[in-house]
């Protein structure tokens, strides 16, 4: 499948009308797309978590991107008409390491879609981990069934930022 990309097109607007639907296709990543991930991933972290420590460069990012997040997790991608990334999704087993947006394309169905993807690909449970301060990413996956299962005080993430694990299943 060399240069072919496969997926299935959604259109993740909300609301009735036309007006701010953004029509997108989720497909697998591949290597090709290390690069654009890893801006959605730092620009997205920027925005929505200033609060963070910045540990690791672009360059470091970007290797863990390659070397790490697309091997060894299934990974989709939110893929508008004209080819731009404008989210990913990561998931390792039944554990959903990574959802990012881009801040420009929030609040419009992106994140649901891809979420509905990673709900197929584990339809049995899913459970995540959120930084307890991040509330639009909570409110998010409470909206869609994911209820708190614990709470960390940082201990075990590199940023030292209170956690929480959050659970789904239908």
């Known amino acids: 499948m060399t240069g072919q990309r496969r997926g299935v097109a959604l259109d993740a607007g909300r609301g009735a009308g036309s007006a701010g639907k953004r029509e997108q296709m989720i497909r697998r990543a591949d290597l090709s797309d290390a690069d654009a991930i890893t801006e959605v991933f730092l620009a997205s972290r920027a925005a929505a978590m200033p609060y963070l420590p910045r540990l690791y460069d672009d360059a470091q990012t970007r290797a ?11 990974t989709w991608v939110a893929e508008s008409p004209a080819g731009e990334i404008l989210g990913f999704a990561a998931l390792d087993g039944d554990v959903l390491e990574h959802l990012y947006l881009r801040p420009d394309v929030r609040r419009q169905g992106i994140g649901t879609a891809l979420l509905a993807q990673v709900r197929q690909a584990a339809p049995g449970r899913l459970s995540l981990r959120v930084f307890t301060r991040n509330t639009a990413a909570r409110s998010f996956y409470q909206r869609h069934g994911f209820r708190p299962v614990d709470e960390d005080d940082g201990s075990r993430n590199e940023e030292n930022e ?3 694990t959050y659970a789904w299943q239908p």
């Open 64 to 74: 863990w991107i390659v070397h790490v997040v697309l091997p060894g997790c299934a």
């Open 162 to 164: 209170p956690d929480m």
